[in-house]
Antibody, heavy 118, light 109 residues
C-alpha cells in the first residue's frame, strides 16, 4: 500500500538548520508530486509548496521562500525539506503528502515535529 | 488569515446530520472543481475524505458527502458517530497553489 514515512522529531537551536525526510513506498515515486504542509501548535494546516518528482523542480508558497528548500533523491524514493536559519516560529509539525489529483492529498506522512528553542 | 473561510466549530448529537461550509472566491473554490476535505484527529495526520468536490476515496464512509455552489463548498456528515469528532479542513486548488481553510472542530455531543 502507499506509504510515506517521515524522519523523527528534531530539537534545534535558533539559527541552526534541519532536514526532514519523507520516504515513499508502494507506488512509483516519480508519478506523483510531493507536497509539504506545516501545522504550528494548535493551529491549522498551511500549504508550503510542492516538488515535481520527474524534474526535481520545487515551487514554494508565499511565506516559504528563501529559508525553505525542497529536494529529492529518486534513487531511494525520498523527498526532503530543509529549513535554514531556524526561528522559534518555525516550531511546528511538518507533513509530506502525495498529490494524486491536482491539490488532493491522498497519502500523508506521520508528521515530523520540529522544535526550535534555545 | 486562511484563504478559505470555515466556521470555527460545529456540533451535533449522535445520529444527526451536520454541514460544514468552506467559502472562497472565484479564484479558488468557485473556479475549479478541485476541492478536498480532510479529517484530522488529535495527534494524527490528516486523512482525505472528499476530493474533486464530491468524490470519496475508497474506504471512506458514505456518510460523508461533498458539494459546491458558487464560491462555497460544503461537507455533509450524516448519522453522526462519536468517532466523527475531529477537526475538518477544506482545501482548494487556486491555479498556482493550494489553499486550506482554517479548520472546523466538530464536537459530537
Amino acid at each position: 500500500q502507499v506509504q510515506l514515512v517521515q524522519s523523527g522529531s528534531e530539537l534545534k537551536k535558533p539559527g541552526a538548520s534541519v532536514k526532514v525526510s519523507c520516504k515513499a513506498s508502494g507506488y512509483t515515486f516519480t508519478d506523483y508530486a510531493i507536497n509539504w504542509v506545516r501545522q504550528a501548535p494548535g493551529q491549522g494546516l498551511e500549504w508550503m509548496g510542492w516538488i515535481n518528482p520527474k524534474t526535481g523542480n520545487p515551487s514554494y508558497a508565499q511565506g516559504f521562500t528563501g529559508r525553505f528548500v525542497f529536494s529529492l533523491d529518486t534513487s531511494v524514493s525520498t523527498a526532503y525539506l530543509q529549513i535554514n536559519s531556524l526561528k522559534a516560529e518555525d516550531t511546528a509539525v511538518y507533513y509530506c503528502a502525495r498529490d494524486f489529483l491536482t491539490a488532493s492529498f491522498d497519502s500523508w506522512g506521520q508528521g515530523t515535529l520540529v522544535t526550535v528553542s534555545s | 488569515q486562511s484563504a478559505l473561510t470555515q466556521p470555527a466549530s460545529v456540533s451535533g448529537s449522535p445520529g444527526q446530520s451536520i454541514t460544514i461550509s468552506c467559502t472562497g472566491t472565484s479564484s479558488d473554490v468557485g473556479g475549479y472543481n478541485y476541492v478536498s476535505w480532510y479529517q484530522q484527529h488529535p495527534g494524527k495526520a490528516p486523512k482525505l475524505i472528499i476530493y474533486g468536490v464530491g468524490n470519496r476515496p475508497s474506504g471512506v464512509s458514505n456518510r460523508f458527502s461533498g458539494s459546491k455552489s458558487g464560491n462555497t463548498a460544503s461537507l455533509a456528515i450524516s448519522g453522526l458517530q462519536a468517532e466523527d469528532e475531529a477537526d475538518y479542513y477544506c482545501s482548494s486548488y487556486t491555479g498556482r497553489s493550494t489553499a486550506f481553510g482554517g479548520g472546523t472542530k466538530l464536537t459530537v455531543l
